[in-house]
C-alpha cells in the first residue's frame, strides 16, 4: 500500500495547502475527485467573476496580477491561474480520483479509500474537498410536483436559454442576486427571499473594501473563533445590483410557502 501525506481537493485551499506543504519540505499528493486542479470553478456560470481584485486574489507564493490588478476576474481567467499554479507546484496532483472514506489505521495514521477501489496510507490527510460538491435543495412544499422546471444554481449557465419565461430565482445572497439580475435582462424575474437583500458596498472611499481589510488587519484576524454562528452573507455590490432591485429588475418577494404546479403561493 502506497503511503503518503494525503490533501483531499486541489481547489484554491488544496493547492494553497500543498504549497505550504512542500515548502516545508513534505511531498504531498494531492487526490482531486474532477479531472483538473481548479476545484468547483469550472461549472459555474458563464458570467461568474470574482468580488475581490486581483491584488488580493493571489495564492500563496504566484501572484494573480497578469494585466490590470484592480479588476475581478472571471471565472475562465480563475480557472486558467489555478492550473497554472498546480504546474508550478511541486507537487504529485492526481486527478479523476475521489476519495470515498479515510479511516484510522490500525499502526497509526490513516488510511484512505479511493472510490472505484485502491487504499493510500497516509499519516497526515487534510480535508480540503470545499462546500460546493453538494448543493443543497430545501424540501419546500410541492417542490417535487412542480410542473415547471427546477434548477439550483449550480446548474444555471446564461440566460439565454430563459428568454421570455416567468422565472423566481430563490436567495438574497451573491449568487441569487447576479443571477436574477442577469436574467431580468431576457425574462421577467422575481427574487423571492425569507427577508431583503442586505447590500455591503464593494467600493469604500474609491477604494475596494478589501483594500481597507487588509489595511486594517481585519483581513487575517482571527475573529472566527469568536462567531458561534456565521454571520449572514449580503451581497457584495458597486450599486449595479442595488439599483436593478430598487427598478423592480428583478422585483422581489418574500418567500412562497408553497408550489401548486407551476404556481407558487
Given at each position: ?29 494531492v ?41 475581478y ?114 425574462a ?62 428583478p ?6 410557502t ?8
Amino acid at each position: 500500500m502506497e503511503h503518503v501525506d494525503v490533501v483531499v481537493g486541489a481547489g484554491q485551499a488544496g493547492l494553497a495547502t500543498a504549497y505550504a506543504l512542500v515548502r516545508h519540505g513534505l511531498k504531498p499528493v494531492v487526490l482531486e475527485a474532477s479531472d483538473q486542479p481548479a476545484g468547483s470553478w469550472p461549472p459555474h456560470y458563464d458570467s461568474l467573476a470574482l468580488f475581490s481584485p486581483a491584488r488580493f486574489s493571489s495564492l500563496p507564493g504566484i501572484l494573480f496580477d497578469d494585466g490590470d490588478p484592480d479588476r475581478y476576474p472571471h471565472r475562465d481567467e480563475v480557472v486558467a491561474y489555478l492550473a497554472a499554479y498546480a504546474a508550478r507546484l511541486d507537487a504529485d496532483i492526481r486527478t479523476g480520483r475521489r476519495v470515498a472514506g479515510v479511516q484510522v489505521g490500525r499502526g497509526g495514521g490513516f488510511v484512505v479509500a479511493l472510490q472505484g477501489g485502491g487504499r493510500m496510507s497516509a499519516r497526515a490527510v487534510v480535508s480540503a474537498s470545499g462546500s460546493f460538491g453538494t448543493p443543497y435543495r430545501p424540501a419546500l412544499p410541492g417542490l417535487d410536483q412542480c410542473e415547471g422546471a427546477v434548477l439550483h444554481a449550480s446548474e444555471y449557465r446564461s440566460p439565454e436559454a430563459f428568454a421570455g419565461q416567468r422565472v423566481i430565482v430563490m436567495g438574497a445572497g451573491n449568487t441569487a442576486v447576479q443571477i436574477a439580475v442577469e436574467l431580468a435582462s431576457v425574462a421577467q424575474v422575481t427574487l423571492a427571499s425569507r427577508n431583503p437583500v442586505k447590500f455591503a458596498p464593494q467600493h469604500i472611499p474609491g477604494r475596494d473594501m478589501h483594500f481597507w481589510l487588509v489595511r486594517s488587519g481585519v483581513d487575517s484576524a482571527p475573529i472566527g473563533r469568536f462567531l458561534h454562528t456565521p454571520p449572514t452573507q449580503p451581497a457584495f455590490d458597486t450599486g449595479r445590483y442595488r439599483a436593478a432591485v430598487d427598478a423592480a429588475a428583478p422585483d422581489r418577494d418574500p418567500l412562497f410557502t408553497s408550489i401548486t404546479g407551476k404556481q407558487v403561493a
